[in-house]
């Protein structure tokens, strides 16, 4: 019983230890995604989190995050913030694919390649397995300072539950049972922030899927008034799918 426990606590510990430098490897991938106008005070929006992938000028966030208009007349333009803490650099970025029905958006950057992230196979991916996702869950409030959550895999579980009642059915709601598909349901909590976060393999920094709350919660939860601790990520390979579109994969 002894020996078991003492296995255990190196298993534990062998387990742990690498995500360190993992986070410490991957945080420059992680970006901000916005809108930015150096007229305006303040000059930069805050909407979502993104990673960069590919040959280090595209980003992968959630559609949603991406700001459908820019006021260009008056030179705003959809933006990705580069760097952390008070030493940002704004990229200039342009949307160059989408996928609506599983909520993700590619955006081009302007500038010099970042450090990407590799991504995994989410068909990979088992119930009870633990992982790892970064991404500003408050914002740009106290500075571009990525934070890393940890939890396991609840469940692997239908984007859309089918409702008891016809009432309930939404537009969005049947728009989604028309192609259901599996989403990853997390026991570590994300916050709207956190949107385009990437999850990730703690022990190699593969990417497995992609942070999304507000766009799952819309057809899981709808009947709950106030959302559950529960968050959700796609699964990455809609997002290969997207990439063989553009010549990325």
């Given at each position: 019983?002894g020996?078991?426990f003492l ?7 062998a387990d ?6 993992v986070?410490?490897k991957i945080?420059?991938a992680?970006?901000?995604v916005g809108?930015?106008?150096k007229t305006?005070r303040p000059?930069?929006?805050?909407r979502?989190?993104g990673?960069v ?8 966030t959630?559609a ?7 006021d260009?007349e008056?030179?705003?333009?959809v ?25 993700l ?10 450090a990407?992230m590799?991504?995994?196979d989410?068909?990979?991916v088992?119930?009870?397995?633990i992982?790892a996702?970064t991404g500003f ?11 890393t959550h940890?939890?396991i ?10 409702q008891?009642?016809?009432q309930?059915?939404?537009k969005k709601?049947?728009?989604?049972l ?12 994300a916050?709207?922030g956190?949107s385009g976060?990437?999850?990730y393999h703690?022990?190699?920094?593969q990417?497995?899927g ?8 819309e ?6 008034q106030k959302p ?6 796609i699964?990455i390979?809609?997002l290969?799918?997207?990439?063989k ?5």
């Amino acid at each position: 019983m002894g020996l078991f426990f003492l296995s255990t606590l190196g298993t534990l510990a062998a387990d742990t230890t690498a995500l360190p430098d993992v986070i410490e490897k991957i945080k420059p991938a992680i970006v901000a995604v916005g809108a930015f106008q150096k007229t305006r005070r303040p000059p930069s929006i805050f909407r979502g989190t993104g990673f960069v992938i590919a040959d280090g000028l595209h980003v992968v966030t959630n559609a949603h995050v991406v700001p459908e208009k820019v006021d260009t007349e008056r030179k705003e333009v959809v933006a990705v913030f580069v760097g952390k803490a008070s030493l940002v650099e704004v990229r200039e970025a342009t949307k160059v694919a989408e996928d609506r029905d599983h909520d993700l958006a590619l955006l081009r950057i302007t500038g010099r390649p970042i450090a990407a992230m590799t991504l995994g196979d989410s068909n990979r991916v088992r119930e009870g397995e633990i992982y790892a996702f970064t991404g500003f869950p408050i914002g740009m409030i106290l500075g571009l300072n990525a934070v890393t959550h940890r939890g396991i895999v609840s469940a692997i579980t239908p984007i859309v539950i089918p409702q008891l009642t016809a009432q309930l059915l939404e537009k969005k709601i049947i728009s989604r049972l028309t192609a259901p598909y599996n989403v990853f349901q997390l026991d570590a909590t994300a916050y709207p922030g956190n949107s385009g976060s990437p999850l990730y393999h703690p022990d190699t920094g593969q990417v497995v899927g992609i942070i999304n709350k507000v766009f799952i919660q819309e057809s899981k939860e709808t009947v709950i008034q106030k959302p559950s601790g529960i968050s959700y990520a796609i699964p990455i390979n809609h997002l290969q799918e997207l990439l063989k579109k553009t010549h990325l994969e």
